[in-house]
């Protein structure tokens, strides 16, 4: 049986080997649709007016790849319901919506954004510590208040250049960070799982430590149940009351509650965040804070950086049902 509203435009039989499952449409497919996939048959689970557990079983009981974006839980239980995977396409450069272990497990492969969004995520970061230290958003509302033509002076900002920054994940967006604030005569160090032996960056095997020969912390890792909540009290009073700390990981690296905590209480000097703990919700204390940037989890978006991610995503699939290497596979099984 079909469901043709929510197959793709092809016809079944000739690109049966070619499926693809699509179980919520990534945000690629919300700007530029779904035809730099015309070479496979989208199975557009969203599409069907059936419940996805039936859907997957009447349709995707011999599907092999699946296409998802970052937010999309993939777990044991809806790994059930699609026994023949064999590969898994995330636009997300997380992973955290993805049940490693059971992945692994099941020897299903997985192909990541890769370094698509890098230079943007880098520059997001580098744009939110910038404007914490300067205080260009604040300097905005001032303006737009009407204050400057008043007795209220608004207040000086803080020099990037010569801040010591510990980066904590020193992956492919943290090396571009780097790079950015490097340019910027900052002082760069930085923690990671392992020492990189190609930069000769100060390397901290300890955040605590890191944060407390730092001005600034930039989080740049992805979310582990190692690096949950890892940004706590400790950390950030180690960091000091003249530290910022900017966030373009995950929310939850960073222990929310300490983070308000810390920045109610003066302990810090400031944050710059694109992610939160639980998206969409922003903690209430942080809106009236003008030491705080806020900003609704899009360091990876551009037009650009989405186009590319098409590209990226094709590359992958074709690879993979060319029996090729994939383009930036997690982990091969
Ligand atoms: O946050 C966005 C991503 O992981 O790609």
């Given at each position: 049986m079909t469901t043709p509203n929510c197959?793709?435009?092809?016809?079944h039989q000739s690109k049966e080997l070619s499926q693809v499952l699509v179980l919520e449409p990534p945000p690629i497919m919300k700007l530029h649709g779904d035809q730099f996939l015309n070479d496979f048959q989208l199975l557009k689970a969203w599409e069907s007016p059936l419940p996805l557990d039936q859907f997957l079983s009447i349709h995707a009981q011999s599907v092999k790849a699946l296409l998802t974006p970052g937010r999309y839980p993939l777990t044991k239980n809806i790994l059930q319901l699609i026994p023949s995977l064999q590969l898994v396409v995330t636009t997300s450069a997380g992973l955290n919506h993805i049940d490693l272990p059971e992945f692994q497990r099941r020897g299903i492969a997985i192909a990541s954004a890769g370094d698509v969004y890098s230079e943007d995520v880098a520059d997001m970061a580098v744009g939110l510590l910038i404007d914490v230290l300067r205080k260009i958003s604040a300097a905005d509302r001032y303006v737009r208040k009407g204050l400057w033509d008043t007795k209220a002076e608004f207040p000086l900002g803080s020099k990037l250049c010569s801040k010591r920054v510990g980066i904590v994940g020193l992956g492919s967006i943290g090396q571009e960070v780097a790079k950015r604030l490097q340019a910027f005569g900052c002082r760069i160090m930085y923690t990671s799982r392992n020492k990189k032996p190609f930069v000769s960056y100060p390397y901290y095997s300890n955040v605590l430590e890191l944060a407390a020969d730092s001005d600034v912390l930039i989080i740049c890792c992805g979310l582990t149940e190692q690096t949950?909540?890892?940004?706590n009290k400790d950390v950030m009073l180690a960091l000091g009351k003249e530290g910022v700390v900017i966030n373009?990981?995950?929310?939850?690296?960073?222990d929310e509650k300490e983070l308000v905590q810390c920045l109610v209480q003066r302990e810090l000097a400031g944050a710059g965040l694109?992610?939160?703990?639980?998206?969409p919700h922003v903690p209430r204390?942080?809106?009236?804070?003008?030491?705080v940037v806020l900003s609704p989890h899009r360091a990876v978006r551009t037009p650009e950086s989405l186009t590319a991610m098409c590209e990226h995503v094709k590359g992958n699939l074709e690879a993979f049902f060319s029996n090729k290497p994939l383009l930036s596979p997690v982990m091969n099984i």
């Open positions: 197959l793709g435009n092809h016809d949950r909540h890892m940004i373009i990981g995950r929310g939850a690296i960073i694109d992610v939160f703990e639980n998206e204390e942080l809106l009236t804070m003008d030491n």
